[in-house]
């Protein structure tokens, strides 16, 4: 039985898969928040690097070539391996076949690296020598802190309030890369002060810390601001996995019925999933392509289609995405890379078309499944990942009760070993399900529509 089926340094792709220029309904534009008129490169320019920019607009060309720089750093890490699930499978005693996309091989632990590296690549190319940006969990500020290092770039990183708190070492992993760590909301920006005003002891939200990494970029000479998550340039890059994971399920001589990644604003989701709907787009190939998202922050499963903010502030561009508002604020999970209240638009127009699922999951069932993954497999997950794996579960169990063998495939995003604080926490029995009423959620929503005349 094999284990691991890996790839050689030659197999890492060169090129990323654009996937919206094989979308037969492409997503709405985005649109400029003062004229609400369809950006332009030149609009996304003060804030990112121009080459960025141009991916972000980007919906023509299907293939985007890699630079040979950032494949040489790739190689750091890549190509990941893709693993059979043997222990799990015999855990739950199900006749699936499940296989992990393993990215938490990576230097910083998570696949986050995957855009950090391209990100800061192009800042530099450019000749930008400061750049900022938001983190949740922590794993893209310490993925792009490990890049900016690299790259010689300055870094400033927002890191949300109670994530600073609850996830010391990474913001620990961020410093040791040379990045300055902030916690959000903070008294150094314009958006971070008029929150602590009107909400003293906010814990934060993605949504702020975005809002004072954006304001500080556009104040800063010479600085551009880069981003984990949602736009369509980050999952872009993120396809790196599923090319991967395309070419070693082709040696393990399987195709997945279904390909699962959890869900903040859609990096992993988007990079396992991509290319493989690539196949259901052009060849009408079936396959089951499933968000797994926090039931606490359920922007797919219950939230609005509509144009909104990407931050709280309102500084983004007005995106058509799935939401919960940009006024939402989340419950403090552990899951602090999913606390997020809207979805790329790219994931908003495909779950619009009905191309991908989504499910929402509770906290304490994430980590009931991390404690049985990390024991069948021993890899302790991160909460973010544990999501899918929950999912996973889910639908190993469904296809024994069918008495079905199917293939599942899913992403593990990252390890939890610099999370094991909320581990102690769910063996102390201190975490607890929260979940929506739908008189909040429509608290934060109904005022969307206004947003766009």
């Known amino acids: 039985m094999k284990k691991k089926i890996l790839l050689s340094e030659n197999d890492i792709p060169r090129s990323w898969y654009n996937i919206v220029a094989d979308m037969k309904n492409k997503p709405l534009p985005p649109l400029h928040p003062a004229t609400k008129k369809p950006l332009e490169v030149s609009d996304l320019e003060p804030i990112f690097a121009t080459e960025l920019a141009k991916q972000e607009l980007n919906d023509t060309d299907r293939w985007i070539e890699i630079p040979e720089p950032i494949r040489e750093l790739y190689k750091n890490y890549r190509p990941t391996p893709l693993v059979r699930a043997y222990g799990l499978e015999k855990a739950l005693d199900t006749p699936a076949h499940i296989y992990f996309k393993n990215e938490s091989v990576s230097p910083v632990g998570s696949h986050k690296l995957n855009s950090a590296i391209a990100q800061a690549y192009y800042c530099k190319e450019q000749g930008i020598t400061n750049i900022t940006t938001e983190t949740g969990a922590g794993q893209w500020g310490a993925a792009l802190s490990y890049a900016a290092s690299h790259f010689d770039l300055n870094l400033a990183v927002y890191m949300v309030k109670i994530s600073y708190h609850q996830k010391p070492y990474r913001r620990s992993i961020m410093q040791a890369y040379g990045a300055e760590v902030i916690a959000s909301p903070s008294m150094s920006t ?157 994931v908003s127009q495909l779950k619009k078309d009905g191309y991908i699922e989504a499910v929402d999951v509770k906290q304490l069932d994430t980590f009931e499944a991390a404690i049985l993954f990390a024991k069948a497999e021993g890899i302790i997950p991160a909460p973010e990942s544990s999501h899918a794996i929950h999912t996973a579960i889910q639908e190993a169990l469904k296809a024994k009760e069918e008495g079905r063998q199917k293939t599942i495939l899913f992403n593990l995003s990252g390890h939890g070993l610099i999370d094991m604080a909320a581990y102690d926490r769910y063996f102390d029995g201190e975490l607890s399900n929260h979940e929506l009423g739908d008189e909040e959620i429509a608290k934060t929503t109904n005022t969307l529509e206004h947003l766009v005349p």
């Open 190 to 346: 314009k958006a971070g002060r008029k929150i602590i005003t009107e909400n003293p002891t906010y814990q934060g939200s993605l949504g702020t810390a975005i809002s004072e990494a954006i304001e500080l970029a556009l104040n800063t000479p010479n600085c551009r601001y880069t981003l984990g998550s949602v736009l369509n340039h980050v999952s872009l890059h993120q396809t790196i996995i599923g090319l991967e994971a395309e070419k070693q399920m082709e040696i393990a001589g399987e195709y997945p019925d279904i390909v699962i990644g959890c869900f903040g604003g859609g990096s992993n989701f988007s990079g396992i999933t991509f290319p493989f709907l690539r196949h259901k787009l052009t060849e009408g190939k079936e396959v089951r392509l499933i968000a797994a998202e926090p039931a606490s922050c359920p922007k797919l499963t219950r939230g609005k289609f509509e144009y909104d903010f990407g931050d709280e502030a309102g500084y983004t561009p007005l995106l058509p995405m799935y939401t919960l508002g940009h006024n939402f604020a989340p419950a403090n999970i552990h899951a602090g890379g999913l606390r997020y209240h809207g979805a790329g638009t790219i």
